[in-house]
């Protein structure tokens, strides 16, 4: 399946996606030696772009197949977190099947084959994950802050990812009651409710100082913080105001 999807990348890119976005940005960056976030020139150009300035840095060190190859690398990292979290809950034999299922998802095959930032998003969200039990199972302040800055990351390259904000506050109100019953989780009971959102509070500070730059930035240059979408509620002058762009 490594090579399958190793093979892929060595063909020339030809996604519309990323021809027309996700590869442009180094290209221009290259030419230029600078991304100007000219919506007139661009309409996107004020999106979140985590993913795009890696696509960047790796155009840099080896063109068009360099980027590509960044994207299948984030694809083996995440099957190497799946198979990591799964072996320690499941063993070896379903670890192994839930890293291979991973890699063998036609939607998989069909990402790692183009630009797409859903694979540098799903790396992103997955490391998140993994640090955000530990901060759940050991109370770490690190852990917490570290997968505070993962979710902000997350955010920072696709707005969607704010969705797994609901998911993450009831898995920690559900490990919060697990542990306050179980005996082998006394650092819960060693900590007021106070401390714990005071905790909670410092996470969410991290995960907004993440987040929130490209945002700020379209706001700042256009009017609205996630232009071009929800525009007849922003009304920016750089876009059609009268219905949002869907």
């Not at 000219?38 to 840095?57: H, S």
């Not at 979290?85 to 063998?104: D, I, K, Q, V």
């Not at 530990?134 to 990351?153: C, E, K, M, Q, V």
């Amino acid at each position: 399946l490594v090579w399958l999807h190793l093979l892929v990348v060595g063909f020339p890119e030809m996604g519309h996606d990323a021809l027309a976005m996700h590869l442009a940005i180094p290209h221009v960056i290259a030419a230029e030696g600078r991304w100007s976030f000219d919506v007139t020139r661009f309409i996107w150009a004020v999106m979140p772009m985590n993913a795009d300035w890696l696509y960047t840095a790796a155009w840099f060190l080896g063109g068009e197949a360099a980027a590509r190859l960044f994207n299948v690398v984030t694809l083996l990292l995440t099957a190497a977190i799946i198979y990591v979290w799964s072996r320690e809950r499941l063993g070896t034999a379903a670890a192994s099947f839930a890293a291979l299922l991973w890699l063998s998802l036609p939607l998989s095959f069909l990402e790692s084959a183009s630009a797409f930032i859903e694979l540098p998003l799903t790396f992103v969200c997955a490391a998140m994950l993994v640090v955000a039990t530990d901060a759940f199972r050991h109370g770490r302040l690190g852990h917490w802050l570290l997968a505070a800055a993962l979710f902000g990351s997350a955010v920072a390259t696709k707005l969607p990812a704010l969705l797994l904000a609901p998911g993450l506050l009831l898995v920690g109100a559900a490990q919060y009651v697990a542990l306050r019953r179980d005996s082998t989780g006394p650092w819960w009971r060693q900590r007021s409710a106070r401390d714990l959102l005071l905790g909670l509070a410092l996470a969410a500070a991290v995960a907004t100082l993440f987040a929130a730059p490209p945002y700020l930035n379209a706001w700042l240059r256009t009017g609205n913080p996630v232009f071009p979408f929800f525009n007849a509620l922003f009304r920016s002058p750089y876009f059609e105001t009268a219905a949002s762009f869907t």
